[in-house]
């Protein structure tokens, strides 16, 4: 059975940083490509990044290009979003995401390509 654990979300002030981190269990961790989604009250649940099973290949929204970086270490079997320069609107609840894939360098970017999702941790950004 495959299970996503996502945490580090906090309270943080505009133009700070903050790091989520996310696990994932039940295969072998370099099977899944993962990503990040997040979701606002009223809004769709929107793709943030993306990266490969071999991290080769990373994508991201065109809103946080140059401000967030998705990595991932397959040894360790974890998966990190770093995040700075942090605005208002990115505040929301953001869900890590696990999807099989036989493409090592494929990266999805929307929600259908991961089938098992973390319960969301909230990230919130005061101006």
């Known amino acids: 059975q495959v299970r996503v654990v996502d945490a580090g979300g906090r309270l943080v002030q505009a133009g700070g940083s903050l790091s989520l981190s996310c696990t994932a269990s039940?295969?072998?961790?370099?099977?899944?490509?993962m990503g990040w989604f997040r979701q606002s009250p009223g809004k769709e649940r929107e793709f943030v990044a993306g990266?490969?099973?071999?991290?080769?290949?990373?994508a991201y929204v065109d809103s946080v290009k140059g401000r967030f970086t998705i990595s991932r270490d397959n040894a360790k079997g974890t998966m990190h979003l770093q995040m700075h320069s942090l605005k208002p609107e990115d505040t929301a609840v953001y869900y890590c995401?696990?999807?099989?894939?036989?493409?090592?360098?494929?990266?999805?970017?929307?929600?259908?390509?991961?089938?098992?999702w973390g319960q969301g941790t909230q990230v919130t950004v005061s101006s």
């Open positions: 995401a696990a999807g099989v894939a036989l493409n090592t360098e494929l990266v999805k970017t929307t929600d259908g390509g991961y089938g098992y």
């Open positions: 039940g295969r072998n961790f370099d099977a899944f490509n």
């Open positions: 990266i490969s099973r071999n991290g080769k290949k990373t």
